[in-house]
Nanobody
Framework: VQLVESGGGLVQPGGSLRLSCAGS????????MRWYRQPPGKERELVAAIPSAGDRTYYLESVKGRFTVSRDNAKNRVDLQMNSLKPDDTAVYYCNALRWSVNYWGQGTQVTVSS
């Protein structure tokens, strides 16, 4: 089983990044997918979630209207479009797959928002 994130990097405040997470080794379409982040020195927090059917979404209050989560079950991929980025969005972002008690994690990708 693998979840591989990509798309992180350094961006100026107000900029955009698109994170992608590619899943393999499991039936991707049967899993709810989530993006978490862990800012420096803080707890990991749930940023966005999308169920297996992709028919609804959840967002952390502080990212609503700026972030969009989407998935393509045919490509085994989930994306996180991040717009109007702020320094407080700086964190390691993790992809997570969840079905019942089965939980898979990616290795994380660093997002740094700084001028």
């Amino acid at each position: 089983v693998q979840l591989v994130e990509s798309g992180g990097g350094l961006v100026q405040p107000g900029g955009s990044l698109r994170l992608s997470c590619a899943g393999s080794g499991f039936t991707f379409s049967q899993y709810g997918m989530r993006w978490y982040r862990q800012p420096p020195g803080k707890e990991r927090e749930l940023v966005a979630a999308i169920p297996s059917a992709g028919d609804r979404t959840y967002y952390l209050e502080s990212v609503k209207g700026r972030f969009t989560v989407s998935r393509d079950n045919a490509k085994n991929r989930v994306d996180l479009q991040m717009n109007s980025l702020k320094p407080d969005d700086t964190a390691v972002y993790y992809c997570n797959a969840l079905r019942w008690s089965v939980n898979y994690w990616g290795q994380g990708t660093q997002v740094t928002v700084s001028s």
